[in-house]
């Protein structure tokens, strides 16, 4: 059957870096491995089995550098070893304590397999997982594109040459990982100003991702609303997100994730097991933390987590059945419902955080892989579609003047400038203002071996202090010691290896060891952040 629309899913994988490799166990690394085995590495899993049956995904996915760095690095690859085979251990002790109760034994057979997939796929690449995924684009079967150096929130640089310092490093970063420039750009926290057009383009990347209400805002100058591509008055494509296909998947609330089926995020063996049990598996401080262990399901909106019932993993398999078909009837009646008003075959554009798949939403993985999959069986009049694929095959978009927009909270920047941390700013500004400014000043000199690595990772803690995870974090009230202290540290490190270049006395111990833990973007220049000369 003829396609009567187009879909487009583009999931964005993003971390901020994290990395202590003085230390043998860190909590805040949980967040990366945790990701890994409940999300990426089911995602990879999923995408490689549809190429393998001639099923092709056609999607997008968005890789933060921070995230590709991590991705990369050796000694966070020993640790997520060491992470997997903690598991699998406690599993295997799991799977003797549940031998007598049937409906716990199903959630830690489910777990069984899961980690084992894991170490599986993790051995079968060396732990590098950049490489199934440039596997799959060089096939032609997705397609990766890349976001901002360090996830900043661009409206919020003052700086322009803060901006085009998180552009051109990501670029760089992208062309080292993927072999091949980036023709995409995902913005951070889908956070758009019309400034950003031109350093987009010149950068290089040929469509950029809106809130929905970016677009509607424009009003008759967007005659079809979000169901088409626009293009900026400079030539960059524009793709609005669709937000009621974002809604049933995203929100827990009123989507699907929140069926009673579903596996309860909160509950975990690490707070519920034994504590002289679980003591082995927690980090080095014996604080209770997450295992990843859950055991129990969503149950009701309102039920308290002790009341909270076994997961059954068949019954939430039916439920993803049932959700992906819904999904796709929805979007038929949407595709019909826009063609038979306006003659037009529309392109739903639907924009997720990647770690809601799987780690958030344990089911996700496995609910994307069923629409995939019954689009191609059930023959139904929709098609997956990529970003370029999309922009290569269709008429030349109409030109539109799209409107400040994100999608945070309140549709603006509310959650990354607030009381709770506004007082973050100072600090990165002055960092940036004196990156920019020693900058200009050395980058027309013969430097020495040791001024320029201290330039270059000046340049890194510039940029991570920029990242937007910081602001986030302390906005929600989690790890939000460990987001400010990240925030001043990188801040406080980008002045004073500056200050130690301008009085030529860098000390080159201390910058060892801040190489060594912030290791990302080894061909970073500092110049990035020079000035554009005016004559």
Sequence with gaps: MSSRGSLMF????????????????????????????????????ALERLAAEGIRPGVSVSISPTLGAMLENEALEAKLQDYVESRLDLIGRELERAKDDPALLKSVLLYKKLYEEAAALLHKYSGDLITPLKALQHAGQIEIITTAATHAVLPLLARPEAVRAQLAVAAEDYLDRFNRKPAGFWLP?????????????????????????????????????VYSPYRTSNGLGLFARDAASSREVWSSRFGYPGDPAYREFYRDLGYDGDYE??????GEDGARRPLGLKYHRITGPHADLAA????????????????????????????DDFYAARGVRPLIVSCYDAELFGHWWFEGPAFLEAVIRKIRAERLPLQFVTPTEYL???????????????????????????????????????????????????????????????????ARETLLAQSSDWAFLLYIGSHAAYAKGRLEDHAANALKLLGEVIEKRVDEQALLALEQQNSLFPRLDFKVFSSVSKF
């Design 392 to 458: 290569n095959s269709c008429q030349e978009p109409q030109e539109l003047s799209a409107g400040i927009s994100s999608w945070g909270e309140n549709g603006y920047f509310d959650p990354w400038v607030n009381e709770t941390n506004d007082f973050i700013y100072p600090a990165v500004y002055a960092a940036t203002d004196k990156m920019i400014a020693t900058a200009n000043r050395f980058r027309n000199q013969d430097l020495n071996s040791l001024n320029t690595r201290a330039l270059n990772q000046a």
């Design 277 to 282: 049990y679980v003591r082995p598996y927690l």
């Design 10 to 45: 583009l999931l964005h994988a993003h971390l901020p870096y994290v990395n202590h490799p003085r230390e043998s166990s860190f909590l805040e690394e949980n967040w990366f491995f945790e990701a890994v085995v409940e999300t990426y590495v089911p995602l990879i899993s």
């Design 189 to 225: 926290e889908c956070a758009y100003e019309p400034r950003l057009n031109s350093y987009i383009k010149l950068s290089g990347f040929n469509y950029t991702f809106t809130e929905s209400h970016a677009v509607e805002l424009a009003g008759s100058a967007a005659p079809n609303g």
């Design 308 to 335: 909270k019932q076994y997961y059954d993993p068949e019954a939430a398999l039916a439920r993803v059945d049932a959700h992906a078909s819904d999904f796709l009837a929805r979007r038929v009646k949407q595709t």
